[in-house]
């Protein structure tokens, strides 16, 4: 499904993941380890981009940064092709390391920022790749040993982290540790992955009071944040990036409701009448797996409302929402 322009003006957070092609692994040892994050070191210098928190895993990564002048895709672009193509040689492989296209959420910063720098440096304690947060302490592939100060990196802006947490080195890094310690037992926290009316606003139940008090408000699924954020980012973008904005209110984005389901029929080689007839083939059910989740997830409809666009029950909607979890 095609998703809109990256938002990418300069001094802008972001929350940038990456993965694996067909999930495979990026990294088969320490050597390409440290290859993936000397090269990120590097480019972030080169490239006015400021590093925060990161974590390094086996099929993936995650990196909270603020873009610099040279903007995020550069920065992008430059690491990940210098890499695949040093990896391709080091393992005689050819083709593609990574998927197309990464992900990349603007971010809310006084809302998120702590939140998303102790989500991602808990990755590897999530995947198991340390076995606790005395270990994760140490760990070299996650940007925590350096705010912990067991490791030492120039171009990771540990003191604007610490300094969420206090004016002064160890009682701010004691509170940052006990605060990894506190999010550590949230588990997941799938809205800090993505943007969109219901991560925004905190969950389903809140889109629900919000549709209960008739209130409207503006959101985008490449933008982690309130309607005012979502409103300024907006803004500050070009023109042709502006038109791509969700209000919600299905009668302003039914042009794009149905554009959706047309161009993931297209691509799953499916008819849209097929689609819409209820058939329980397996083809099928995929497809209407990704459009309950888009239009639950980030447009935030209701189970009812998504179920008379795609012609099944609510029940089914539901059933399908709580696979999702």
């Given at each position: 499904?095609?998703?809109?322009?990256?938002?990418?003006?300069?001094?802008?957070?972001?929350?940038?993941?990456?993965?694996?092609?067909?999930?495979?692994?990026?990294?088969?040892?320490?050597?390409?380890?440290?290859?993936?994050?000397?090269?990120?070191?590097?480019?972030?210098?080169?490239?006015?981009?400021?590093?925060?928190?990161?974590?390094?895993?086996?099929?993936?990564?995650?990196?909270?940064?603020?873009?610099?002048?040279?903007?995020m895709s550069t920065f992008m672009r430059r690491m990940l092709s210098g890499y695949a193509s040093n990896y391709n040689r080091r393992h005689d492989r050819q083709g593609h390391l990574f998927q197309n296209r990464y992900k990349s959420?603007?971010?809310?910063?006084?809302?998120?920022?702590?939140?998303?720098?102790?989500?991602?440096?808990?990755?590897?304690?999530?995947?198991?790749?340390?076995?606790?947060?005395?270990?994760?302490?140490?760990?070299?592939?996650?940007?925590?040993?350096?705010?912990?100060?067991?490791?030492?990196?120039?171009?990771?802006?540990?003191?604007?982290?610490?300094?969420?947490?206090?004016?002064?080195?160890?009682?701010?890094?004691?509170?940052?540790?006990?605060?990894?310690?506190?999010?550590?037992?949230?588990?997941?926290?799938?809205?800090?992955?993505?943007?969109?009316?219901?991560?925004?606003?905190?969950?389903?139940?809140?889109?629900?009071?919000?549709?209960?008090?008739?209130?409207?408000?503006?959101?985008?699924?490449?933008?982690?944040?309130?309607?005012?954020?979502?409103?300024?980012?907006?803004?500050?973008?070009?023109?042709?990036?502006?038109?791509?904005?969700?209000?919600?209110?299905?009668?302003?984005?039914?042009?794009?409701?149905?554009?959706?389901?047309?161009?993931?029929?297209?691509?799953?080689?499916?008819?849209?009448?097929?689609?819409?007839?209820?058939?329980?083939?397996?083809?099928?059910?995929?497809?209407?797996?990704?459009?309950?989740?888009?239009?639950?997830?980030?447009?935030?409809?209701?189970?009812?409302?998504?179920?008379?666009?795609?012609?099944?029950?609510?029940?089914?909607?539901?059933?399908?929402?709580?696979?999702?979890?």
């Amino acid at each position: 499904m095609p998703r809109g322009p990256r938002l990418d003006a300069p001094g802008t957070l972001h929350h940038v993941m990456l993965r694996g092609i067909e999930k495979r692994d990026i990294v088969a040892d320490d050597k390409d380890r440290t290859d993936f994050v000397a090269r990120m070191g590097k480019l972030a210098q080169e490239t006015g981009t400021t590093i925060y928190a990161w974590a390094l895993l086996n099929n993936h990564a995650h990196i909270l940064l603020r873009s610099g002048k040279a903007g995020m895709s550069t920065f992008m672009r430059r690491m990940l092709s210098g890499y695949a193509s040093n990896y391709n040689r080091r393992h005689d492989r050819q083709g593609h390391l990574f998927q197309n296209r990464y992900k990349s959420i603007v971010c809310q910063e006084d809302r998120y920022f702590m939140r998303l720098v102790a989500y991602i440096h808990l990755n590897p304690l999530r995947a198991g790749l340390v076995a606790s947060l005395d270990e994760l302490d140490a760990y070299p592939w996650s940007g925590h040993a350096v705010v912990m100060n067991f490791r030492t990196n120039s171009w990771q802006d540990r003191d604007f982290v610490l300094r969420y947490f206090g004016e002064k080195e160890s009682p701010a890094r004691k509170d940052y540790r006990d605060f990894l310690e506190e999010e550590a037992g949230k588990g997941c926290q799938p809205e800090l992955t993505g943007g969109g009316l219901v991560r925004s606003m905190g969950g389903w139940s809140a889109v629900q009071g919000m549709r209960l008090r008739k209130e409207k408000q503006l959101s985008d699924e490449r933008i982690l944040g309130d309607g005012s954020f979502v409103s300024r980012i907006l803004e500050e973008a070009e023109e042709s990036v502006k038109s791509q904005l969700n209000v919600f209110d299905f009668d302003q984005i039914r042009n794009r409701v149905q554009a959706d389901i047309e161009d993931l029929c297209a691509k799953e080689g499916v008819g849209v009448r097929q689609l819409l007839s209820g058939s329980r083939i397996r083809s099928l059910s995929r497809v209407r797996k990704t459009l309950v989740e888009k239009f639950v997830r980030e447009y935030g409809f209701s189970f009812a409302q998504t179920a008379r666009i795609l012609k099944i029950s609510t029940p089914a909607v539901a059933q399908i929402v709580r696979r999702m979890l």
